[in-house]
Structures are given as C-alpha cells and as structure tokens.
C-alpha cells in the first residue's frame, strides 16, 4: 500500500508565477520516489497552469460543490474537476468547517458526489482544542465520519483543529489513538495533518496507521516538502523490511 504525500497550499502563493516555481520545484525533488502518492492542492485558478508544467505529482482541489451544474454563483462542481484533469479534491478541511461555516451534512454530500463522479477525496477530520481538553475528541471525530460512503477513492485526514498552522503537533501517542479509532470504523486509509515538519516528519510517521501525511505550510516550500516526503518513505521501507 502506497502511502500518500498531500501538499495543501491553501490560499497561496499568490501570483500565477510563483505558484508554477513552486509546482515546478516540487515536481522535480519528487520525481525519483516512486513508492509515494504525492499530490498538490494548489488554488483553483493555478491549477490548469500547473499541470501543464508537471509530470511526476498529481493535482488536487481544495474544495468543491455537491451539485454538478446551476444556479450556485461562486461553486465549482466535482464534474467540471474531473473534466479539467484534476484527480483529487479536500472536503472538510477545518478552515472550512471553521470559517466558511460548512456543516457535516454538506461535507458529507461533497464527499458522495464528488466519489460518484470518480473523484479521489480526502476527508478531514478532527476535534478542536476545547473538544479534547473536555475528552470529546473521540465523539467528535466519529459524528464527522458518520455516514460517509464506503469507497476505495476516499481517504480520511486526521488534522486536529489546535494543531493546524499552529507550530504544535499532536504527540504519536495522540496519533495513534484516533487514527486507530478511524481506521477501524472506516477501513480507509489515514493520513495526519497538523504542523508536520522536516524536523518532526521522521517521528511522527513512525506513529502506528500513519498512511501518509496532509501538510500545510511546510508543503510552501519545496525542500521541506521534499524533506517530509523523504522522511515519510524512509521510515515506510524501514518498517516493512
Ligand atoms: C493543513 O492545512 O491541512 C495543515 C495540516 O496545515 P499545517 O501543516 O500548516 O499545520
């Protein structure tokens, strides 16, 4: 099983040509490690661009519609994906849930739709700093996965709220608890995502069920992604020697 490297760039860099430098840069560094999935979620409009100047990483979006075509000023649907060539969309990550207010019923139409049309999805999850601090992140997390399909093209994220963009990482111990939790009640691969670095990289994908890693600011940079993509495959082949 491949594990995944995920590069989410939010909404960054912002201008077309530094976000083909940085496509480009990635691309490169990661075009000797095979044994990866590896993915960029650039914003939407650099995405055509993007993919005319790269060929060993796939490309994903940040976000998407459930519905596939109308009145919905400002959407992009899961077809109109599909049909420029982009294999890949994040649904539910926190920033959305947090800040543009998207509930778990429309996550999960998201995810089903953009599955239908043959879309691979990463689903996010994860509980907020006062959710764990009153021992709720178990629930939280299992609320977000209900009624999520069961689909080879879904993977879930495991990115803690207090761990995004906020230098702290969750500890292995932590890791393993949910991404066990999640595994069992999905059977789908999980990734973590949550101040993941070059310095921490090695650690963190020694935790148990790991599938891979979600990064957010680190994946700005192309040597530090590279760097984390390197420490991810080089534990994965040391662990199943
Ligand atoms: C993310 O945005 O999915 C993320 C994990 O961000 P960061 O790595 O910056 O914490």
């Not at 490169?28 to 590896?38: A, F, T």
């Not at 109308?70 to 800040?99: C, F, Q």
């Not at 207010?101 to 689903?123: F, N, T, Y």
Request: with cysteine.
């Amino acid at each position: 099983m491949r594990r995944i490297i995920a590069g989410n760039w939010k909404m960054n860099p912002t201008t077309a040509e530094n976000a083909v430098n940085l496509a480009k840069g990635v691309d490169e560094r990661l075009e000797g490690i095979n044994d990866l999935e590896k993915i960029i979620f650039p914003p939407f409009v650099y995405i055509p661009l993007i993919m005319e100047n790269v060929r060993s990483v796939e490309i994903g979006a940040q976000n998407v519609f459930y519905e596939l075509s109308g009145a919905y000023t400002g959407e992009v649907s899961p077809s109109m994906l599909l049909d420029l060539g982009v294999k890949w969309v994040i649904i539910g990550h926190s920033e959305r849930r947090n800040i543009l207010h998207e509930d778990d019923e429309s996550i999960i139409r998201k995810v089903k739709s953009s599955l239908e049309v043959g879309l691979k999805v990463i689903l996010c999850v994860g509980e907020k700093l006062h959710e764990r601090e009153l021992f709720r992140h178990k629930e939280v997390v299992k609320r977000q996965l209900d009624g999520i399909p069961d689909d080879e093209n879904l993977v879930i994220a495991y990115e803690p709220v207090w761990a995004i963009g906020t230098g702290r990482n969750a500890r292995v111990e932590q890791i393993e608890e949910m991404h066990e939790m999640i595994k069992s009640i999905t059977g789908k691969k999980v990734l973590y995502g949550g101040s993941v670095k070059p310095e921490n990289a090695s650690e963190l994908a020694s935790a148990k069920n790991v599938d891979g890693f979600l990064v957010g600011g680190a994946s700005l940079e192309a040597d530090s992604f590279h760097k984390i993509a390197l420490a991810l495959r080089n534990q994965y082949l040391t662990s199943s020697k």
